[in-house]
C-alpha cells in the first residue's frame, strides 16, 4: 500500500481512480492504507473500489468510508463489496452516512454480493440516502445474497418511486 500511495502522490491531480482488491486477503488493516491515497489526491471526481476479501469486517468498511466522506469533489462512486462476511448493517449504515457529507455526488453504485449480514435497516438507510440525497442523479443499487428482505426491497423500490433520477436501477 505505500508504494501504491507514493506513485499517486507524484500525480496529486488525478481524478480517477480505479481499486480491484478481489481475492487478495486483504485485512481491516489494509483498508487504512487506501486513505493516504485519498489523502494525496484531494482532486478525485471518479472512485471505483471493488473489493472481494472476506477478511474485511465492518472496521475497515469505515475505514473506506472516512476516507470517501473526505473527497469533496467526489461526483462517481461506484462500490462493490463481495462475500465481505464480516460486514453487516452497522457498517453499511456508517458508510452511507459518511458519504451524505460528499456534496457533489451525483452517480452512485453500490453492489453487495454475498454479505449474509446485512438486512434491512441497510435497506432502509440505503432508501434514505436515495430519497435525501438530492445531488444524485444516476443510481444503482446491487442486491445479491444478503440478508435483505422481501419488506427490505419494497422500501428500496419505493425509493426509487419517490423520485425521478435520470438513471435508476435496482437489483434485488
Given amino acids: 500500500g505505500q508504494a501504491l500511495v507514493l506513485e499517486f502522490t507524484k500525480v496529486p491531480s488525478i481524478v480517477d481512480v480505479f481499486l480491484n482488491f478481489f481475492e487478495t486477503g486483504m485485512t481491516d488493516a489494509g483498508c487504512m492504507?487506501?486513505?493516504?491515497?485519498f489523502e494525496a489526491c484531494p482532486s478525485l471526481t471518479n472512485v471505483g473500489l471493488e473489493m472481494g476479501c472476506n477478511t474485511i469486517t465492518n472496521q475497515g468498511i469505515s475505514t473506506i468510508a472516512d476516507g470517501?466522506?473526505?473527497?469533496?469533489?467526489?461526483?462517481?462512486?461506484r462500490l462493490a463489496f463481495v462475500d465481505i462476511l464480516g460486514i453487516n448493517d452497522e457498517g453499511v449504515i456508517y458508510l452511507i452516512d459518511r458519504l451524505t457529507t460528499v456534496p457533489y455526488l451525483s452517480e452512485f453504485k453500490l453492489s453487495l454480493f454475498e454479505c449474509g449480514a446485512v438486512r434491512d435497516p441497510s435497506a432502509s438507510r440505503i432508501a434514505d440516502f436515495m430519497r435525501e440525497k438530492t445531488t444524485l442523479t444516476k443510481v444503482c443499487i446491487e442486491l445479491r445474497f444478503t440478508g435483505i428482505t422481501r419488506a427490505g426491497?419494497?422500501?428500496?423500490?419505493?425509493a426509487k418511486a419517490s423520485r425521478t433520477y435520470m438513471e435508476c436501477e435496482l437489483v434485488l
Avoid at 470517501?68 to 462512486?77: A, P, Q
Fill in 33 to 37: 492504507g487506501i486513505i493516504p491515497l
Fill in 68 to 77: 470517501l466522506g473526505k473527497l469533496h469533489l467526489l461526483t462517481n462512486l
Fill in 153 to 158: 426491497r419494497v422500501v428500496l423500490r419505493n
